[in-house]
Nanobody
């Protein structure tokens, strides 16, 4: 059974930082492209950042220079370090794994107050 469990969300003031974690089980983690998506109220889910099995990263333009995605294969965990947070970063952040098939976590809420 595949499980992706996010943690680390919460309420933070504008300019603050949070670190999200996603612990994976039931997949061969090292082979998967891992990603973080977010969904703001009333908006579609969008890609925030992704990291391939060869550590190639990709970021949404809106988070470049502020967010960093990383992975720890022995721990089956992917991280999203979020700095200089803005109110528009508010949303539910979902972890995604992809290796032919997409799996999703249940999400963690990030709220950035102005």
């Amino acid at each position: 059974q595949v499980q992706l469990v996010e943690s680390g969300g919460g309420l933070v003031q504008s300019g603050g930082s949070l670190r999200l974690s996603c612990a994976a089980s039931g997949i061969i983690f090292s082979l998967n492209t891992m990603g973080w998506y977010r969904q703001a109220p009333g908006k579609q889910r969008e890609l925030v950042a992704s990291i391939t099995r060869t550590d190639t990263t990709n970021y949404a333009d809106s988070v470049k220079g502020r967010f960093t995605i990383s992975r720890d294969n022995p721990k089956n965990t992917v991280y999203l370090q979020m700095n200089s947070l803005k109110p528009e970063d508010t949303g539910v952040y979902y972890c995604n794994s992809r290796f032919g098939v997409d799996y999703w976590g249940k999400g963690t809420l990030v709220t950035v107050s102005s």
